[in-house]
Nanobody, 120 residues
Framework: QVQVAESGGGLVQPGGSLRLSCAAS????????MGWYRQAPGKQRELVAA???????NYADSVKGRFTISRGNAKNTVYLQMNSLKPEDTAVYYC??????????????WGQGTQVTVSS
């Protein structure tokens, strides 16, 4: 199995910044696509940002220019730098990682989520 865990959420004032981290553990042979999603109360989970193994990135229109996704030096880590935060960014943020295990079985793993609250 591959487990994914997020960290770095919290309470921040509008205009502030937070950096989310995500690390996977377990039997990983390759890590391909990684992404950050979020779910606000009463809303569906939505893609915030994604990055491929070739470091191609994709962002939701609502966060372009404010958020940056990046891969860590370790193949199993991904970060989300969030700047100029707005109250509408308040949500539970989830990390997703996909790849191959050492037994060459595909995995598609989600973390438990980390709460981000933007409020004065």
């Amino acid at each position: 199995q591959v487990q994914v865990a997020e960290s770095g959420g919290g309470l921040v004032q509008p205009g502030g910044s937070l950096r989310l981290s995500c690390a996977a553990s377990g039997s990983m042979f390759t890590v391909n696509d990684m992404g950050w999603y979020r779910q606000a109360p009463g809303k569906q989970r939505e893609l915030v940002a994604a990055i491929t193994s070739g470091s191609r990135t994709n962002y939701a229109d609502s966060v372009k220019g404010r958020f940056t996704i990046s891969r860590g030096n370790a193949k199993n880590t991904v970060y989300l730098q969030m700047n100029s935060l707005k109250p509408e960014d308040t949500a539970v943020y989830y990390c997703n990682q996909r790849g191959l295990r050492h037994d060459l079985i595909k995995y598609d793993s989600w973390g438990q989520g980390t709460q981000v609250t933007v409020s004065s």
